[in-house]
């Protein structure tokens, strides 16, 4: 079955830093380009960054640019998300997701919340 | 900046009624990388449809997606009680690199 598991999320003080994690399980983790994607509380969905599946290309969108970096270890089949400098418009859960060729995000995991708070 | 704009932002519909929902980009996109997700309460995202028509793994028929350029279509062909959540439109794109959502249609029991 494939799967992705989330975690790492919590509590953090603004401009406070967490690194969240997404270990995968049931495909070839390393062929993938992974994403990141958020909701904040009662919000839609907001694409955060990705990374190529030999982590030699990544992107991010324009609200967390400079200030978050995303990785991924292959041989322990597990992505990363390293939040810094937060803010309180940060806040929200933050998914993973396989992608594709064709765009396609498949599947997703549960989620894990970040809350930016003082 | 590609937006996709979706409506209506809530359809109040009963079991077994038809949904039409809609998803607008502002700029002509390729449907080969247009999908459809669907999210209930506290739940992730799923997808339903990808390439604009293709439906996902496991996904029943009565789920249905068209369109070309601007303007795509999920249609619902009879609602059951679990198809009551909130569906995305979305795009990928190679410039900027990334993903755009749509905001998102809520489709409730009326």
């Known amino acids: 079955e494939v799967q992705l598991v989330e975690s790492g999320g919590g509590l953090v003080q603004p401009g406070g830093s967490l690194r969240l994690s997404c270990t995968a399980s049931?495909?070839?983790?390393?062929?993938?380009?992974m994403h990141w994607v958020r909701q904040a509380p009662g919000k839609g969905l907001v694409w955060v960054s990705r990374i190529s599946g030999d982590g030699t290309s990544t992107d991010y969108g324009d609200p967390v640019k400079g200030r978050f970096t995303i990785s991924r270890d292959n041989a322990r089949n597990t992505l990363y998300l390293l939040m810094s400098s937060l803010r309180a418009e940060d806040t929200a859960v933050y998914y993973c997701?396989?992608?594709?060729?064709?765009?396609?995000?498949?599947?997703w995991g549960q989620g894990t919340l970040v809350t930016v708070s003082s | 900046e590609l937006v996709l704009t979706q409506s209506p932002g809530t359809l109040s519909l009963s079991p077994g009624e038809r949904a039409t929902l809609s998803c607008r980009a502002s700029q002509s996109v390729s449907s080969y990388y247009l999908a459809w997700y669907q999210q209930k309460p506290g739940q992730a995202p799923r997808l339903l449809i990808y390439g604009a028509s293709s439906r996902a793994t496991g996904i029943p028929d009565r789920f249905s997606g068209s369109g070309s350029g601007t303007d795509f279509t999920l249609t619902i062909s009879r609602l059951e009680r679990e198809d009551f959540a909130v569906y995305y439109c979305q795009q990928y794109r190679s410039s900027p690199p990334g993903l755009t959502f749509g905001g998102g249609t809520k489709v409730e029991i009326k």
């Open positions: 049931g495909f070839m983790f390393s062929t993938n380009w």
């Open positions: 997701t396989r992608g594709s060729l064709t765009g396609l995000s498949d599947p």
